[in-house]
């Protein structure tokens, strides 16, 4: 643990043991160890803690969900004897991100009807729902569905298996995600869910923004905001630098 985050947790740790007997019931106080994440192009990833305190008859469940996107998985077939793109499935308003944490097994927390209501669960999230209106291959739904949870688990984007959450004096519990360094932008929503007897009796959130900073945030804020002039820019600076390839190749 950090310096940083080691300060914040200890400070956070005395403020939850003088507010816990306020918070005897089912009521949750959680916080984070950072409230911003700054992305330069320097940036390696980072570790965020998630903490607080509940009652000590609790189950807890915490999700991190990033913002949303659209992604498209295809599939290679092989047609005389070369692999090319046959089928696809498009996939939209899926996290960029999620990450999950419980102090026990989801299915020892509560039922599969309750984890699906309360889209806790990466494969929850990711339903029929998600495919384009334009798809109609369900059929192949799963398979294609199971591919893009591992590619994203491979970038590291995706947890599909539950961390593990320490819990300290039966009241205080504390968990910690990475978040890589290929990570959108944007805001990410932390949810802490407590249920007692596979019952959900309390659920509270917050958030955490990751922004870009430096010249790679200027560029960036400028491709959206004048993407016609980038443009233009971008082939200005393609041509210039063909023209001097060019003269420095015919001078050689």
């Known amino acids: 643990m950090n310096r940083p985050i080691f300060t914040k ?24 160890s950072t409230n911003e994440v700054k992305v330069s192009s320097s940036f390696i990833g980072t570790d965020v803690m998630v903490f607080g305190t509940a009652n000590d008859k609790d189950d807890i469940i915490v999700v991190i ?11 290679k077939g092989r047609v005389s004897g070369i692999w090319i793109n046959k089928e696809k499935l498009e996939f939209r308003g899926i996290p960029g991100f999620y990450a999950i944490a419980s102090t026990r097994p989801l299915s020892e927390i509560t039922e599969t009807d309750e984890l699906k209501k309360q889209k806790i669960g990466i494969h929850n999230v990711i339903t029929t729902a ?9 059929k192949t739904f799963k398979s294609f569905k199971d591919a893009l949870v591992r590619g994203q688990k491979t970038k590291g984007l ?24 290929n990570m959108t932008t944007g805001i990410y929503t932390v949810k802490v869910f407590a249920f007692q007897k596979k019952r959900l009796v309390s659920m509270v959130s917050k958030t955490i923004s990751v922004e870009k900073i430096g010249i790679g945030a200027d560029v960036f804020k400028f491709a959206k905001e004048q993407s ?3 443009g233009l820019l971008a082939i200005l600076i393609a041509v210039l630098s063909g023209w001097i390839a060019s003269v420095i190749f015919r001078k050689i």
């Open 130 to 138: 998600s495919l384009n209106s334009k798809d109609k291959n369900i």
């Open 65 to 75: 969900t990033g913002p949303t996107e659209t992604a498209i998985v295809r599939k």
């Open 228 to 230: 016609a002039l980038y």
């Open 158 to 181: 995706y947890l599909d298996m539950p961390l593990a959450i320490d819990v300290v004096s039966k009241r205080l519990f504390k968990t910690t995600f990475h978040f890589p360094n």
């Open 9 to 32: 947790f200890s400070i956070a740790l005395i403020m939850l043991f003088l507010l816990a007997p306020h918070a005897y019931g089912t009521e949750l106080i959680i916080d984070s």
